[in-house]
Nanobody, 119 residues
């Protein structure tokens, strides 16, 4: 069965960095677009970033552009999100999701990893 397991979250000070990982299994990872989505406390879901199957095309929300980098290692079935210059407003649960169709849909989600940016 499809499984997406995030890791790497934690408490970090403003201006700090974290790298999130998402281990994928149960499907042909290299055939799917992948996404990161986050949900801040008390707020709705926010799309963060996307990456195409080969990793050559990446996309970012304006709120994280220039600070976050999405990448993937298809040999290791792993998705990454490098987060630099973190701000308090980046505090959220971060979800790894699998893309479906041509319209940016997502059909499988991990359980998420909490990132807290605070001094």
């Amino acid at each position: 069965q499809v499984q997406l397991v995030e890791s790497g979250g934690g408490l970090v000070q403003p201006g700090g960095s974290l790298r999130l990982s998402c281990a994928a299994s149960g499907f042909t990872f290299s055939s799917y677009w992948m996404y990161w989505v986050r949900q801040a406390p008390g707020k709705g879901l926010e799309w963060v970033s996307a990456i195409n199957t080969g990793g050559g095309s990446t996309y970012y929300a304006e709120s994280v552009k220039g600070r976050f980098t999405i990448s993937r290692d298809n040999a290791k079935n792993t998705l990454y999100l490098q987060m630099n210059s973190l701000k308090s407003e980046d505090t959220a649960v971060y979800y790894c999701t699998r893309g479906v169709g041509a319209g940016g849909g997502m059909d499988y989600w991990g359980k998420g990893t909490l990132v807290t940016v605070s001094s």
